[in-house]
């Protein structure tokens, strides 16, 4: 209860905030990069092993977490690790594989060793022609020296106005 609590907090602050926010160029580079990052994750979680709904195999998408990474999703367990984020990605298989989920990234803040993005997640029928559901996405990516990202933390909430953050 006190995580939700922690993360709410953190979402009502980071969309009163995005609303006032103007970028940086450093940040318009993260969200160009982080956002070509979101794209071939997105394509990852497509892969015909993950979308199989009887015995969905998620291994790909989950490389693209970061070794100790921690995803909540609300309504689904927590998962820790690489591992625990594969098992969460392959149970959250039950929109179905007919959906495709993206995000619309609004707003950025970080360093050199990270990137904090919060977003708008869609999950649409695979045809993008009807809107099945909209999340709240606060999400930190984790930089390496060699240019690299790996997600690290990945927080999705239902309800409220998921269009807070939209400028």
């Known amino acids: 209860m006190m995580n939700r609590v922690l993360i709410l ?3 009502v602050s980071v969309s009163t905030e995005a609303q006032r926010w103007e970028r940086t160029k450093r940040e318009q580079l993260w969200l160009k990069k982080l956002s ?8 990852a979680i497509l892969l015909p092993e993950c979308t199989n709904s009887m015995k969905p195999n998620c291994t790909v998408a989950a490389s693209f977490w970061d070794k100790d990474a921690v995803i909540a999703v609300d309504g689904l367990n927590s998962g820790h690790g690489r591992e625990g984020v594969q098992k969460i990605l392959e149970q959250n298989r039950g929109h179905g594989p007919d959906t495709y989920f993206s995000v619309h990234w609004y707003y950025c803040k970080g360093s050199r060793k990270g990137v904090a993005l919060y977003g708008v997640g869609t999950v649409y029928s695979n045809d993008k ?18 240019g690299g990202w790996k997600i690290q933390y990945s927080f999705e909430l239902k309800g409220g106005d998921p269009h807070a953050a939209n400028m």
């Open 9 to 11: 907090t953190v979402l």
């Open 36 to 43: 070509n990052f979101s794209k071939e994750y997105e394509d």
């Open 129 to 146: 022609r009807e809107i099945l559901e909209e999340w709240r996405v606060l999400t930190f990516f984790r930089s390496y020296n060699d």
